[in-house]
């Protein structure tokens, strides 16, 4: 038996498990239909079941544990009979499930250690915690995951004929409609789902004790937060060292509500750093060559380092000739063919100013502590905003990158291998949970309005991730909203501060963790 599957067999069941007709410890005998199918025989033909339909759970709330004396005993009493005693060895702890049944068990410190937080936390909400303090207990996270197959009707007369199986210790267990058929996860067999071995758990201990697994939210807002403090307090520095205070020049081409929403918050991000801002209001009718004007003015402001057109610009005005006119020494926005390419580049310069919202992807993963090296990253998307930058810095810090797009040939099995995914394709719930390597990391650019006529606009935003399927397969994922947008114009921010850095010759700011110091990152 494994150590997993043993901690949480007794986690859940406890030593008293014969007296809640859990187990039958003394049956013998056959059914009528022949021999119950031994624990191999049921792992093997539950194998591609799990594979295919089994869902994650963790457990609930805390388990409490205390150090054993050698030699002390604990005794399992089923109908006011001694069924076991279990006795410490040197160094294993008393543990006691946070369950109805209160039941205790020891465990060997070393698998304590490995499947339970050391980090005691706080329970003094407990109903019991007067009583579990005084015999000097501690309360604990544990950290294990399981599989879990839901028994019905269908399933029960397949495979638990007999409505019984073996365990992998050698005892009966009885089966019902209702019951979960339970096999223990390993970070080793997460993306599989294979299995090794099997057992039941009681509906009602089930519902008790274990809650289905959900990812990690990776907070934008909070990071974006972060990162806008970090800005703050760096372009404070710059004024009081070189009095220079970064200035942001925001042109907005017509009446476009959407984009108006976008420059209001750019701006209201910069005025919460103390940046100086310079707004520039067109009309729709606007001439290309006046809109020209507009940018060389800018261009030669020295109270201006970084320069943003909102797009999009009404048709008859080209956006590349636009773009280009904007100094490379003011592209806010990182998206100049210079800055590009030394994106790119391995090595040389860095560029001045990276696109912003890959930029907040990276800073996201960074700061959510997600190692990049090694890993196998695949963006779906190839825009020159997102898709392409996006895959450069990820290859910056190490990644193995794959890019996806609309002429991609089996997309789901190349996203299924991703231990990151950043998906950016523009489409609502493009990406399926059942896509997913179990335990990957999801970045979801996309911000999409689907009708909704619950909300007072008529629509509500979403990603191009399914996330209420892909909650349940990820570890970690950002939400549509308050993922990746906010992050966005945090990353403006710093980029105009690098821009200010620049024009007194200072070393721009790079993303927080660097794979090579030359790199884009």
């Known amino acids: ?259 108006q929403s976008y420059v209001r918050n750019k701006k209201k991000a910069a005025a919460e750093v103390d940046f100086h801002t310079v707004d520039v209001d067109l009309p729709d009718t606007v001439s290309q060559e006046d809109l020209l004007k507009e940018v060389e003015k800018l261009n030669v402001d020295p109270s201006v380092h970084g320069i943003l057109v909102q797009l999009p610009l009404p048709s008859h005005i080209d956006e590349p000739t636009i773009l280009k006119a904007i100094k490379v020494e003011k592209d806010a926005d990182g998206f100049s063919a210079l800055n590009i390419g030394n994106l790119c580049l391995k090595g040389g310069d860095p560029p001045l100013a990276i696109p912003c919202t890959p930029a907040g992807c990276i800073e996201m993963l960074q700061r959510s502590d997600i190692d990049m090296s090694g890993k196998k990253a695949v963006v779906i998307g190839r825009s020159n905003i997102v898709g392409m930058p996006v895959a450069a810095l990820l290859q910056s810090c190490d990644a193995t990158v794959t890019v996806c797009h609309s002429r991609t040939k089996n997309m789901e099995d190349i996203v299924r291998t991703a231990d990151i995914v950043v998906a950016a394709i523009g489409k609502a719930f493009y990406v399926k949970g059942s896509w997913l390597k179990p335990g990957c990391v999801v970045i979801d650019v996309g911000i999409n309005a689907v009708d909704d006529a619950s909300k007072k606009a008529g629509y509500r935003l979403v990603g191009d991730v399914d996330f209420e399927e892909a909650k349940f397969v990820a570890s970690k994922i950002t939400p549509v909203p308050g993922g990746v947008g906010p992050m966005t114009i945090a990353m403006l921010l710093k980029n105009t501060l690098n821009l200010a850095r620049h024009s007194v010759q200072l070393q721009r700011i790079p993303l927080r963790k660097t794979s090579n110091v030359s790199d884009a990152a």
């Open 1 to 259: 038996m494994t150590e997993s599957l043993e901690l949480t067999l007794r986690c859940q069941l406890g030593q008293n498990m014969a007296g809640n007709g859990f187990i039958l410890p003394n049956a013998t005998e056959e059914s009528p239909d022949g021999k119950i199918p031994t624990q191999e025989e049921t792992v093997k033909m539950l194998g591609p079941l799990f594979a295919e339909k089994a869902v994650q759970f963790k457990k609930k709330g805390i388990a409490f544990s205390k150090a054993a004396s050698a030699g002390e005993v604990l005794e399992t009493i089923v109908n006011g009979k001694v069924e076991t005693k279990n006795t410490a060895k040197d160094g294993d702890m008393i543990m006691r499930a946070d369950t109805s049944a209160r039941e205790r068990f020891f465990l060997p410190q070393e698998k304590f250690q490995r499947l339970y937080d050391q980090t005691p936390v706080p329970f003094d909400d407990h109903a019991d915690a007067a009583e579990l303090k005084a015999e000097g207990f501690k309360a604990f996270v544990p950290l294990g995951r399981i599989l879990a197959l839901h028994v019905d009707a269908e399933l029960l007369a397949k495979y638990f004929p007999q409505g019984k199986c073996i365990a992998a210790w050698g005892s009966e267990m009885l089966v019902e409609e209702g019951d979960m058929v339970c096999a223990p996860l390993s970070p080793e067999n997460r993306a599989s789902k294979s299995i090794g071995e099997v057992y039941r758990i009681e509906k009602n201990v089930f519902a008790q004790t274990y809650v289905r697994d959900e990812a990690e939210l990776i907070d934008g807002k909070d990071i974006s937060a972060k990162v806008r403090a970090d800005v703050k307090a760096a372009a404070d520095k710059l004024l009081l060292e070189h009095g220079v205070k970064p200035g942001l020049a925001v042109i907005l081409v017509g009446e476009r509500k959407d984009s």
